[in-house]
């Protein structure tokens, strides 16, 4: 990303230079939005905290010591955090680690995590055995795309198959519904909503030759409740069975249920089928860039602490009385018996009605850090602006509350000694899940019951932090909708 700046104000961004055959791009949101963001009139730069119902400005000494009162009263199992997946390691690393270290409690989360808090751990060894890489599309003889609607998620991604589709490889799309992808794919299926580890389930019977031929009654049965034909399931399964050269693209969509693992799984299979004499590589599109490697981090409640949803269907009496919240989520009927609600943000949002502080936060391009891409690579953040008004970054402020209650430890604002901190533990947990892979796994088919369950869900890919872009920027609306 190259950003063109003049007075502490962007003038416009572009891909970084490269070669005039095969120019670098940057998608809708990298390109258009950062200085709307930036420079908005509605971003909030000062501290404020909420008296008798109205918000005042104060400054940074009261506004601290006004959190570190609130959050010292509702400590342990009755704080919780909920942090952004758009936000650097550093950001992520360092509100875990507070709310261990200081707060004393694993009930930590991403809002845009998994439903099942076991995934990623499934996750872990998944990636470090088929990772691959956004290079590898244009390479592979065959793609598999699962549930991903790239054009919305992952334009770049999409823009690679239609290079791949150009020329030509086998493009294999199944998704519940035709998209833009739809106009690159050799062959596509719509499988019925839920339907996405059955369909795996059948192209695996499929290439073990479980069953003989496609017209027999177990697969015929199970494709019409899937909502395919066995002659589509043939066609897929001969193309994946010739394949010296395959990548399989998962939609984050079909991870969102309580069979997401048994996907991974289901994926998994069909690479070792393949064998040896062929290769697999996997994507995973998640809805927010950092999703992964957040939890990676230990922005993750482990065994021991509750999902972001379960914090916020356990607010009350006797459960969760404090959040601190960094970014935007969506309202729910909880937030107003909170005791405490501290939002770090860069603009007031619906979230805020119920907040008793507001520490503003400063944008991507006022920070510096790390980020993991789709493919996972750790790419470095540089600061290229300085924060507008006295807005700071997560670490900054971490730092500031846990001095204010006298915890031990660094929590910033340094980001270089944060990434010495956790570097290690990525490296470590990918080292140590390395090993556990490369086997069939005994999987069932599901029920209908669990299918209607399993049903995909529908994201708003617009958004920074969870703050919905098409509402700050008004224009974006018409792009998003604009025909194809």
Not at 245 to 251: M, Q, R, S
Not at 346 to 351: A, C, E, Q
Not at 421 to 439: D, L, P, Q, W
Request: net charge positive; charged share 25%.
């Amino acid at each position: 990303m190259n950003v063109n700046t003049r007075g502490n104000r962007i003038v416009n961004v572009g891909a970084r230079p490269g070669g005039r055959t095969n120019p670098r791009q940057l998608c809708l949101r990298g390109k258009f939005l950062p200085g709307d963001i930036t420079h908005h009139p509605s971003r909030i730069t000062t501290p404020l905290i909420k008296r008798k119902g109205k918000w005042v400005e104060v400054d940074w000494k009261e506004a601290v010591q006004f959190t570190a009162r609130g959050l010292a009263e509702n400590s342990e199992n009755r704080f919780g955090m909920i942090g952004s997946a758009q936000d650097t390691l550093e950001e992520n690393y360092v509100l875990q680690k507070f709310s261990r270290a200081v707060m004393h409690t694993n009930n930590i989360d991403l809002f845009a995590s998994y439903p099942d808090k076991g995934l990623v751990k499934i996750m872990q060894p998944f990636l470090s055995s088929l990772q691959g890489k956004t290079t590898d599309l244009t390479r592979a003889d065959t793609i598999l795309l699962l549930g991903s609607d790239a054009s919305v998620s992952h334009p770049l991604i999409e823009n690679s198959i239609r290079k791949a589709f150009n020329l030509g490889r086998n493009i294999l799309y199944a998704n519940p519904n035709p998209t833009r992808t739809s106009q690159f794919a050799t062959r596509e299926v719509n499988y019925a909503r839920g339907g996405a580890f059955n369909f795996l389930y059948l192209l695996q019977s499929m290439l073990t030759g479980e069953n003989k031929s496609a017209g027999s009654v177990k697969i015929a049965k199970m494709a019409k409740q899937v909502g395919v034909t066995p002659a589509d399931l043939e066609a897929f399964s001969e193309t994946l069975a010739k394949s010296r050269n395959l990548v399989v693209i998962i939609g984050d969509d079909v991870l969102r249920n309580e069979n997401g693992r048994d996907v991974l799984r289901g994926v998994e299979n069909i690479s070792c089928l393949k064998g040896q004499k062929a290769s697999c590589h996997v994507l995973i599109l998640g809805f927010e860039g950092n999703l992964y490697a957040g939890a990676l981090v230990g922005m993750h409640p482990g065994n021991r602490g509750l999902t972001c949803n379960e914090m916020l269907d356990n607010i009350g009496k006797d459960g969760i009385s404090s959040l601190m919240i960094a970014g935007d989520i969506p309202r729910h009927p909880k937030l107003r018996r909170l005791k405490f609600l501290i939002q770090l943000n860069m603009f007031r949002t619906g979230l805020s009605e119920h907040a008793d502080v507001f520490l503003p936060l400063t944008g991507f391009l006022e920070n510096e850090g790390h980020f993991m891409t789709v493919d996972g690579q750790v790419k470095r953040l540089r600061k290229i602006l300085p924060g507008q008004g006295s807005s700071k970054t997560i670490p900054a402020i971490i730092s500031l509350l846990a001095r204010e209650m006298n915890a031990t430890g660094y929590f910033g604002p340094s980001n270089a000694t944060l990434w010495k901190e956790f570097e290690n533990v990525i490296k470590s947990k990918e080292t140590e899940a390395s090993n556990e892979t490369g086997k069939i796994h005994s999987l069932k088919p599901l029920s209908q019951e669990k299918i209607k369950l399993a049903s995909e869900n529908h994201y708003d890919h617009y958004r920074y932090r969870g703050n919905r872009l098409a509402e700050l920027v008004p224009d974006l609306e018409t792009v998003i909708r604009w025909p194809s």
